[in-house]
Antibody, heavy 119, light 107 residues
Framework: QVQLVESGGDLVKPGGSLRLSCAAS????????MSWIRQAPGKGLEWVSF????????YYADSVKGRFTMSRDNSKNSLYLQMNSLRAEDTAVYYC????????????WGQGTLVTVSS | DIQMTQSPSSLSASVGDRVTITCRAS??????LGWYQQKPGKAPKRLIF???SLQSGVPSRFSGSGSGTDFTLTISSLQPEDFATYYC?????????FGGGTKVEIK
C-alpha cells in the first residue's frame, strides 16, 4: 500500500536550519510529482513547494523562496526539504503529498512532522 | 496568484442534514480543484478530485460540482464521522492555493 513517512522535524532556533525527509513506499516513486504542504498550529493548509518526477522542475511559495530547497532521490524513494534561515512563522506540521497527471493532486499524504522555530 | 475564498468558515449542523460548502476562485481554474477533509491531529484526506470526481472509497453522500470560478462540496446526509474541517485546493497554476477551511461542528 502507498505510504509516505516524514521525518526530521525538531525544535530549532530562529536563523537555524533543518532538513526534512519523506520516505515513499508502495508505488513507483519516480513516476510521481511530490509536494510539501504545511499547517501552522490552529491554522489552515499552505502549499510550500513542488518537484517534478525527475526533479528537474521545482516551484516554491513566495514565503519560502530563497530559504528552502526541495530535492528528491529516486534511487532511494526519498524526498527532502532543506530549510535554512528559519523564522518563527515557519513553525508548522509539514506534510509531503503525492501527485501525478492521472491521479491529480495529493491523493496520498504523509502523517506529518512538526517543525518548531523558537528561541 | 489565484485566491480561493471558501465559505462559510464554520457551520453547525445535525446528523442527517444536507451541508453545502463553497469555494470561489479569483480567476477561472477550469475544473482543477480538489476537496479535502481533515480531522484533528490527522493528515488531510482527499474526497473529490477534478471538481466532481469521487475519490475511491469515499462515501457517495459526498459530491462536488462546479467549473471555472465557483465550486461546491455537498454532503447529502451528514454523519457523525463527517464532523471535521474541509478545504478546497486549486491546482490550475502555481502557487497552489487552499481555501481557508470550513469547520463542520455538531449542532
Amino acid at each position: 500500500q502507498v505510504q509516505l513517512v516524514e521525518s526530521g522535524g525538531d525544535l530549532v532556533k530562529p536563523g537555524g536550519s533543518l532538513r526534512l525527509s519523506c520516505a515513499a513506499s508502495g508505488f513507483t516513486f519516480s513516476d510521481y510529482y511530490m509536494s510539501w504542504i504545511r499547517q501552522a498550529p490552529g491554522k489552515g493548509l499552505e502549499w510550500v513547494s513542488f518537484i517534478s518526477s525527475s526533479g528537474s522542475t521545482v516551484y516554491y511559495a513566495d514565503s519560502v523562496k530563497g530559504r528552502f530547497t526541495m530535492s528528491r532521490d529516486n534511487s532511494k524513494n526519498s524526498l527532502y526539504l532543506q530549510m535554512n534561515s528559519l523564522r518563527a512563522e515557519d513553525t508548522a506540521v509539514y506534510y509531503c503529498g503525492r501527485s501525478s497527471s492521472w491521479t491529480y493532486f495529493f491523493d496520498y499524504w504523509g502523517q506529518g512532522t512538526l517543525v518548531t522555530v523558537s528561541s | 496568484d489565484i485566491q480561493m475564498t471558501q465559505s462559510p468558515s464554520s457551520l453547525s449542523a445535525s446528523v442527517g442534514d444536507r451541508v453545502t460548502i463553497t469555494c470561489r476562485a479569483s480567476q477561472g481554474i477550469r475544473n482543477d480543484l480538489g476537496w479535502y477533509q481533515q480531522k484533528p491531529g490527522k493528515a488531510p484526506k482527499r474526497l473529490i478530485f477534478a471538481a466532481s470526481s469521487l475519490q475511491s472509497g469515499v462515501p457517495s453522500r459526498f459530491s462536488g460540482s462546479g467549473s471555472g470560478t465557483d465550486f461546491t462540496l455537498t454532503i447529502s446526509s451528514l454523519q457523525p464521522e463527517d464532523f471535521a474541517t474541509y478545504y478546497c485546493l486549486q491546482h490550475s497554476s502555481y502557487p497552489l492555493t487552499f481555501g481557508g477551511g470550513t469547520k463542520v461542528e455538531i449542532k
